[in-house]
């Protein structure tokens, strides 16, 4: 049998080629009441550690996807088996991908239909814990990393520029797995819209697939909103917000692209802001030295919902830029006032203590006329 690799080529910054490491894992409680996974090992004999990412749970009955090419005797087999062997599973993590080695899946049973005939899908047996991945130097060692992540009861690793995507290390994570037909994939929701250039090459790729109803819906939807904002007016408006609420990351690109950047105004920001993750989604869409990834964190911090605050902190947290971390920052305590969230003023004593505190400087003040 031959399942896809996809990871391999996919997902987060390079593997420490020739790195020696041992170290260990820990899994902290933070003031949100989430999890993060911190790693400490040892490169070339230097002492580092790192936070790996946060802990989500996946729950029961997820159903995760996986494309991969088989002939149709090889499909048989694969639907036969009902599960990911263990053995399988031990060739996979062997891999040195960018997370390691691991099986491949998406939540979503689009994204990656271009890397096979065949639609696998993993439906999750009991609720699993993945670490989601925040980007990192490149200096983990992901061959180490997903053996410890298993033995600390983790199973699988997550990217948080991809949250669709995920590598499964935990063979009891891959008991209950079938192939889907065209029966079973007329059942599925979709709940995101996709650039009509990407439900076009499914379509091409996947005419079973994409004859059903469900999908013949999604383009549609999919092509009338980009037809929509190309119209421009108060519609469109309307249309683009939705896209960047709830596209894919290339429709996002393709509506930013007709609206310009201009259009992602700070107040239209703030507004997003009120609605779980659509900040979230937009920030996957720049790459993080964009100018405007400053504005989407700053809206960010005087947003309602703690999910994008959480957000807004990590992107604070890791950020190289100790002065523009603290000129947010600063600004978000004077929006707030003695209403400043939790989470924020968590990130402002953090800052702090670590000696990362930076107010901005103020020449243009001591040498004003």
């Known amino acids: 049998m031959r399942y896809l690799i996809m990871v391999v080529s996919l997902l987060l910054p390079f593997f420490a080629y020739g790195a020696k490491s041992h170290g260990i894992i820990e899994i902290v409680d933070t003031e949100y009441g989430t999890q993060e996974v911190w790693a400490e090992f040892q490169i070339y004999g230097k002492p580092v550690k790192r936070k790996v990412g946060d802990v989500e749970v996946i ?22 088996a009902g599960k990911i062997s263990p053995e399988l599973l031990q060739r996979l993590l062997q891999q040195q991908g960018r997370v390691g080695g691991g099986f491949y899946a998406s939540l979503n049973p689009v994204d990656s239909s271009s890397y096979g005939n065949t639609l696998m899908v993993i439906d999750v047996p009991h609720d699993i814990e993945i670490v989601r991945s925040i980007s990192n130097d490149g ?24 949250r669709q995507w995920m590598t499964i290390i935990d063979a009891n994570a891959l008991t209950k797995e079938f192939v889907m037909g065209v029966n079973e994939f007329k059942k599925i929701t979709f709940n995101k819209l996709f650039a009509p250039s990407q439900t076009s090459l499914f379509q091409q790729a996947h005419p079973e697939f994409a004859s059903s109803s469900n999908f013949v819906d999604l383009h549609a939807r999919s092509k009338a909103a980009m037809e929509k904002m190309s119209l421009g007016g108060a519609n469109s408006q309307d249309t683009f917000q939705e896209v960047l609420k709830i596209g894919s990351e290339i429709m996002v690109e393709q509506a930013i692209a007709v609206f310009g950047e201009e259009s992602l105004t700070f107040e239209v920001l703030v507004k997003f802001g009120k609605e779980e993750g659509a900040l979230t989604n937009l920030l ?3 790459y993080p030295s964009a100018p405007i990834h400053t504005t989407i964190r700053q809206a960010a911090l005087i947003s309602e919902f703690s999910y994008d605050r959480r957000t807004a902190n990590s992107f604070l947290l890791a950020s190289e830029d ?16 003695a209403k400043l969230p939790k989470e924020i003023a968590t990130t402002i004593d953090t800052l ?12 243009s003040q001591v040498f004003a006329n």
């Open 59 to 80: 729950k029961k009955g997820t159903h995760l996807y996986h494309w991969g090419r088989a002939t149709p005797e090889q499909a048989k087999q694969w639907n036969e």
């Open 139 to 162: 200096s983990i060692p992901w061959a180490w990393l997903s053996r410890s992540l298993l033995q600390s009861g983790l199973s699988g690793v997550g990217n948080d520029n991809v």
């Open 284 to 286: 996957r869409s720049f």
């Open 322 to 337: 100790k002065v523009e971390a603290t000129r947010l920052l600063q600004e978000a305590e004077k929006y707030w006032g």
């Open 352 to 363: 702090k203590s670590s000696k990362s505190w930076f107010p901005a400087p103020v020449c």
